[in-house]
């Protein structure tokens, strides 16, 4: 018998998606969706880091000391470490203030896998930038210096694990310089739509040959029903197809010539993998896109509701990992 849920534990959840979304909406006017963003007090926060907790509990405790005992060099030592605690966040927020970052390419990627997505980070003025951070939490990210130059690319992963075009959620800049006592962070929304290709899936060897044509080929296949045209005769010929009225016409022996206008090129049929649900299959035609690649076999993709003529090469690739991947999601 399944025990029922606490109904404290579904309230708490509820508001936590209460005030997740009311922060969203609230990150979204002020700090709005574009390729290219420079960070401003509007979109910077900052507050003490567990360091300068611990510091300003440090004061705290001198300054007792100090006026318990009366002890003036505890209290200057009280008083110098307050006024680092007053200017450490003035050079903490500077550190970050005025970085401009712009969306460089964000490619493809595999369901399963990270997406390598590629930005600019510049810096506006001769002020030098240090140890900036930038990630989509909870994952780690790319570290950085803006010392020696104005400015420089990174690359940022994120992981994806469904297919389709996903919209990234926005990345988090942050930076604890210089001495780690503040942290400074934003939450930039760079637009970053990525679009995500089914994790392949052996399940079997190409299917050469297995799905039937249409017919239209240029390829033939010599032996099926279709007259083709004459040829010279040579000896082991089939006389069923010697061209007898031709030969009676006074004219050389030639032999009737018979082909097939049956497809010969490698087409990736949904109904292959019939039996299937879709995801698998899905991730079965992926596999097999890559394959026929790699093997550099002319192929074709067909789908309910599309066919991709047979072809090579990169772009054609990336049609056919397209199509699966936009293919329609199933409601579960």
């Not at 930005?119 to 240090?130: L, N």
């Not at 420089?152 to 930076?175: C, F, H, M, T």
């Not at 990736?268 to 019939?274: G, M, Q, R, T």
């Amino acid at each position: 018998m399944g025990t029922a849920e606490h109904p404290r534990g579904t309230s708490l959840r509820g508001l936590q998606a209460r005030w997740r979304a009311l922060t969203t909406r609230w990150l979204e006017r002020r700090s709005p969706a574009a390729r290219q963003v420079t960070l401003s007090h509007r979109k910077l926060f900052i507050l003490p880091s567990r360091a300068g907790l611990g510091l300003l509990l440090v004061i705290l405790l001198l300054w007792l000391l100090g006026t318990n005992y009366e002890n003036n060099l505890v209290f200057a030592m009280a008083f110098l470490m307050a006024s680092l605690f007053a200017v450490l966040p003035v050079h903490t927020f500077a550190n970050l203030s005025g970085l401009n970052l712009r969306l460089l390419s964000a490619p493809p990627a595999f369901a399963g896998d990270f997406a390598r997505v590629r930005i600019a980070a510049g810096r506006i003025g001769r002020r030098q930038r240090e140890h900036i951070e930038i990630c989509w939490p909870p994952e780690e990210g790319a570290q950085f210096d803006l010392v020696d130059t104005e400015s420089r690319e990174i690359d940022v992963a994120l992981p994806v694990n469904r297919r389709g075009r996903i919209r990234a959620p926005r990345l988090r800049v942050q930076s604890r310089y210089p001495l780690g006592l503040f942290r400074c962070w934003s939450h930039v929304d760079l637009d970053i739509e990525i679009l995500v290709y089914p994790a392949p899936r052996d399940l079997g060897p190409l299917p050469l040959g297995a799905a039937p044509g249409e017919g239209d080929s240029p390829e033939r296949r010599r032996g099926g029903d279709d007259f083709a045209g004459l040829r010279p005769y040579q000896p082991g010929h089939s006389l069923r197809h010697v061209a007898w009225k031709h030969f009676a016409g006074g004219r050389d022996l030639h032999s009737k010539d018979y082909d097939s206008g049956a497809d010969t090129r490698l087409w990736l049929d949904w109904d292959l993998l019939a039996g299937r649900d879709v995801e698998t299959r899905l991730s079965g035609l992926c596999h097999w896109v890559l394959e026929a690649e790699r093997a550099q076999i002319p192929y074709g993709l067909r789908l309910p509701g599309s066919n991709l003529s047979p072809s090579l090469g990169e772009s054609h690739r990336q049609r056919a990992l397209a199509a699966l991947a936009e293919f329609p999601l199933q409601e579960v």
